[in-house]
């Protein structure tokens, strides 16, 4: 019973080990006092944290989603500021377990310039760029109701 405690805690304070990486730290919305951690040239429009969880997947990067809430976001109740991804960049000795991601920035800049190549992203851009603003029609009846 108490190897397997001990084994319990072990694994806990290694998952407590892995990076922090919330969707405002690349939004491009935000700024560098609202928690902005890339410059705004390779930042991302308003990114998810399910966004950022698939491309991680795809790079074969160990992760945990958490239902957390950034601190410095004024809505704590938006559920688009939800979302916490725990990633893990070094084993259980401390070397490096990806050679494209040993550092957390290197993680951020590769997060800012995949997203915006996802499908879900380049589908809604064209959908709104083929999209031609609505002509005011007139009203028929009575006026300055």
Known sequence: ???????VNKLLLLYFRWICIY???????????EGRRVPCSKAVDNPTYSEIKDVCAAAGLT???????????????DPKCRG???IQLKNEDGSIMHEKFP?????????AETIPKLKSRQSSSQASSQQQPAKNQKRKGKKGR
């Open 84 to 86: 916490r991804i725990r």
């Open 103 to 111: 550092t957390r920035k290197s993680v951020l800049f590769y997060l």
């Open 23 to 33: 969707p405002t730290y690349i939004n491009s919305k935000r700024t560098v006092q």
């Open 1 to 7: 019973m108490e190897k397997v405690y001990t084994e």
């Open 63 to 77: 992760l945990g989603v958490e239902n957390k809430v950034y601190p410095r976001e004024l809505d704590h109740r």
